[in-house]
């Protein structure tokens, strides 16, 4: 896999990290955190959170899905986890550049902080499967720098922020890894590769996830089989049979959906038909369209074929980004952050946004992790008499998802199993 994070590059850097395998922040951090004297205001949860909202989230969840597909390689994303991180920098954007970023996060940013305090509110969590969001702030003991109260405070409120002021030596290189490590499991190890001179600001989301299947796969349900891949290349793998409920279609595609334990939380997969290409049919997928077609998932039994398998990815996203309608951010003259706050004699722009994925399907269940930074630099239904059939023996596109708002957690390609 290319390795796509580009060294040596300083800024603001949202980084976002996501996996499905809980566990606290085992690693210590020695900065000390600022927003322990400064108290969260208790913010009113939304009351719901609408289909509207849900499909605008599964619109963006989708487009960045698309800009960011890799026609011959395992592609992996987490749209809420780099959600998060730009909701929490576009609380410091004005102007065009808030304007744009909205445009591209699918609603202003007041009505995303509603949507995104409001769903991390409404996590469902048991013994048996976990998700669980952590945002911390990162900037450098400066005194040329000036972080707005106002932004800090707002992050704190609607995102539980955390804020660390740090000499961003190689301490704070340690301790933005460590919390990263921690809040994955030591799935992602290291979001940010060093701190350039420029550097003045990270803010770092992390996701958890774990969760067992509801119903666990025994010896006899995993046997040897055969993948195709779509250069007509053949893979030996463990393919993993089972029977569901739940069967997926859309004009292009079939497929199914595998509930983990209690239901709140399903594996998703969607099979292109025969003849059209895997990245042909990602580009036919709409928010809209996907949402619509996880909501009407059909009660029906199917016969399932899907493979183990265990993948990695990471990428720089500003050029997505910047394609999806959002460039004055990235751009060192027109970007203003000065809701942020201010440096002297420079402006402060985004120049990464860095992500890193992680997922592993087996017997037992799902493990995945993510990890995306974006960075600022400063200038310098009833039982059927024939069941359906969903074998995922060539690429496929699948997802994780959560089943009360129907939207994806993790999106991704499977091209390749042996990669």
Not at 41 to 68: A, H, P
Request: net charge negative.
């Amino acid at each position: 896999m290319k390795n796509k994070i580009i060294k040596g590059i300083a800024g603001i850097t949202l980084a976002s990290c996501v996996m499905m395998s809980l566990a606290g922040c085992g690693k210590k951090v020695e900065a000390a955190d600022l927003m322990k004297g400064i108290s969260s205001n208790t913010i009113e949860t939304k009351n719901e959170l609408t289909d509207e909202e849900n499909s605008s989230v599964s619109g963006f969840g989708v487009r960045l899905f698309q800009s960011s597909l890799t026609d011959e390689e395992n592609t992996l994303i987490s749209p809420i986890s780099v959600l998060y991180a730009l909701a929490m920098t576009a609380n410091g954007a004005e102007a065009e550049t808030r304007s744009q970023m909205e445009s591209v996060l699918g609603m202003p940013v007041d009505a995303l902080n509603a949507y995104l305090h409001g769903y991390m509110a409404r996590l469902p969590e048991s013994e048996s499967y976990k998700l669980q969001l952590a945002n911390a702030i990162w900037f450098k003991d400066d005194d040329m720098l000036t972080v707005n109260q106002n932004f800090l405070q707002m992050n704190a409120d609607y995102y539980n922020a955390g804020a660390y002021k740090t000499p961003f030596d190689n301490s704070t290189l340690k301790d933005i890894n460590n919390w990263v490590s921690g809040h994955t499991e030591e799935r992602i190890k290291d979001i940010i590769d060093e701190i350039p001179e420029e550097a003045v600001m990270y803010l770092v989301n992390a996701l958890a996830f774990d969760a067992e299947w509801q119903n666990i796969y025994d010896e006899t349900q995993v046997a040897e089989g055969i993948f195709t891949k779509e250069d007509g290349e053949t893979q030996t793998v463990d393919m993993m049979y089972s029977e569901e409920s739940s069967y997926l279609e859309d004009e292009n595609a079939t497929g199914f959906m595998k509930y983990y334990k209690d239901g709140k939380y399903a594996f998703a997969a969607l099979l292109p038909k025969e003849g059209l290409s895997t990245a042909d049919y990602v580009g036919t997928l709409s928010g809209e369209g996907l949402f619509e077609t996880l909501t009407n998932a059909e009660d029906t039994t199917v016969n399932v074929t899907m493979p183990k398998f265990e993948t990695s990815y990471d990428t720089d996203m500003a050029q997505v980004l910047i394609d999806m309608g959002m460039p004055y951010a990235f751009d060192e003259e027109k970007a203003d952050f000065t809701g942020l706050g201010t440096y002297v004699d420079a402006n402060l722009y985004i120049n990464r946004v860095l992500h890193k994925t992680y997922i592993s399907v087996n017997e037992k269940g799902t493990e995945a992790g993510a990890a995306t930074a974006v960075e600022m630099v400063k200038e310098m239904a009833m039982m059927q008499e024939k069941p359906k059939v969903v074998t995922l023996d060539r690429p496929f596109v699948y997802m994780i998802i959560d089943c009360e708002n129907n939207i994806p957690i993790f999106i991704g390609t499977m091209m390749n199993v042996a990669e």
